[in-house]
Structures are given as structure tokens and as C-alpha cells.
């Protein structure tokens, strides 16, 4: 079982930046992958980020050059820099991990979501 701890969010103004955490503690064997996705209201849950134990690197084409998705190998943890925040960013945000079992099979975990506000 793979907890997942998040932390950042907020209210913040059009063009301000906000930086989001995720920590994986638990039983498993390693992180596969880390990332975030983010859920509006009335619209479905999107991809935002996500970085492999690879170091490959997707983003959502609405947030590429604004956020920086970061990962620590080391100590299991994700951050997720958003900068030039819009309106539209505004979402809950949740943190997933895909972790390998010692079987090298994995499972899918969620965090409980972050709220992110951008408005002025």
C-alpha cells in the first residue's frame, strides 16, 4: 500500500505561482510513475504532468511553459511548479503514483487533491 501525502495549493492571483508536493511513503518496491492531474468543475479529470523512473516527461499542451514538474528519486516525492497561472488552471489537483510491487507488477494511487484558485 502506497500512501500519498500532498501539500501546496491555494488562492493566488492571474499570473502569480504556487508550487505543489507530493510524498509516497508505504509498502512497495519502487515508483513507476509520479505525476499530477487536476479535475475543474463540470469537466473531466486531465493529465497535467508526470515524470516515469525514466525521467521522461509529459505536460497537458495548456500548461507547457509555465509548469515544471520535478521529481526526487531518492526520496519519492513530486513537485509540481505552476508559474503564469491562469483562470482556467483553476482545478483540484491530485497527485498519482504508479508503484511497482516486488512482482514488478504495479497499482495506481491518488492523493486526496489540492484545491488551486487563481483569481483576482
Known amino acids: 500500500q502506497v500512501q500519498l501525502v500532498e501539500s501546496g495549493g491555494g488562492l493566488v492571483q492571474p499570473g502569480g505561482s504556487l508550487r505543489l508536493s507530493c510524498a509516497a511513503s508505504g509498502s512497495y518496491f519502487s515508483i513507476k510513475t509520479m505525476g499530477w492531474y487536476r479535475q475543474a468543475p463540470g469537466k473531466e479529470r486531465e493529465l497535467v504532468a508526470r515524470?516515469?523512473?525514466?525521467?521522461?516527461?509529459n505536460y497537458v499542451d495548456s500548461v507547457k511553459g509555465r509548469f515544471t514538474i520535478s521529481r526526487d528519486y531518492a526520496k519519492d516525492t513530486v513537485n509540481l511548479q505552476m508559474n503564469s497561472l491562469k483562470p482556467e488552471d483553476t482545478a483540484v489537483y491530485s497527485c498519482?503514483?504508479?508503484?511497482?510491487?516486488?512482482?514488478?507488477?504495479?497499482?495506481?494511487?491518488w492523493g486526496q487533491g489540492t484545491q488551486v484558485t487563481v483569481s483576482s
Open positions: 498519482n503514483v504508479q508503484a511497482y510491487k516486488s512482482d514488478f507488477t504495479w497499482n495506481n494511487y
Open positions: 515524470i516515469t523512473d525514466g525521467g521522461s516527461i
